[in-house]
């Protein structure tokens, strides 16, 4: 199957810095691309929906100016976590849309990003 | 709206015994995709089953099956003769056909088989 990657896998970073976490479609062009967080224990809760050339679409409740996403080419999708603090550490996980399928999703390995 | 219940939180069986997971969900689409997926402890999600909507037929692979009935809107998933390697947390999820495919996913139940 196709292969989604993300990086970092891990990171961590002091309050008040910004972290960029860059996934890729490895095999295909996606023209979709979604991202997830995950608090411990907790279920996957889509943050947003990523078009390549257009802006995000974000869900209700994320902020857009504290997490920026990049969607700038058909196999790169970045998110930036801005002015990262401590509630803002959990697992990111992106997946990619395959548009020659109808249902294909492809998942990241995900980023565990710890705020210090 | 779409929503995806797993009630069971966390369930604990002894090595062999045979555990099913729960999976309702609500949609109002009449064409959409169930999922399963397995989460182990390093995070990385490990894809089980897809499941379209009008194909309702159980699925067996190996020790998993698969029960899909769309009159009680339920996806349940069955693991005959565990084993401890059968430890994560399992998700199950629904796809919209039409919105980019966005996935819903359910709370998750961690199971635990014990040796």
């Known amino acids: 199957g196709a292969v989604v990657s993300q990086h970092p896998s891990w990171v961590i970073c002091k309050s008040g810095t910004s972290v960029k976490i860059e996934c890729r479609s490895l095999?295909?062009?996606?023209?979709?691309m979604f991202w997830y967080r995950q608090f411990p224990k907790q279920s996957l809760m889509l943050m947003a929906t990523?078009?390549?050339?257009?802006?995000?679409?974000?869900e209700q409740g994320v902020e857009k100016d504290k997490f920026l996403i990049n969607h700038a080419s058909l196999t790169l999708s970045t998110l930036t976590v801005t002015s990262a603090h401590p509630e803002d550490s959990s697992f990111y996980i992106c997946s990619a849309r395959d548009p020659e399928s109808t249902y294909e999703q492809y998942f990241g390995p995900g980023t565990r990003l710890t705020v210090t | 709206a779409q929503k995806v219940t797993q009630a069971q939180t966390e369930i604990s069986v002894v090595e062999k015994e045979d555990v099913t997971l729960d999976c309702v969900y609500e949609t109002r689409d009449t064409t959409y995709y169930l999922f399963w997926y397995k989460q182990p402890p390093s995070g990385e999600l490990v894809f089980l089953i897809r499941?379209?909507?009008?194909?309702?037929q159980n699925e067996i692979s190996g020790r998993y099956s698969w029960n899909f009935q769309k009159s009680t809107s339920s996806f349940n998933f069955t693991i005959t003769a565990s084993q401890v390697v059968d430890s994560a947390v399992y998700f199950c999820a629904l796809s919209e056909i039409y919105n980019f495919n966005k996935f819903y996913f359910g709370s998750g139940t961690k199971l635990n088989v014990k040796p």
């Open positions: 499941r379209n909507s009008f194909d309702e």
């Open positions: 095999d295909f062009q996606a023209t979709t």
């Open positions: 990523s078009n390549e050339g257009s802006k995000a679409t974000y």
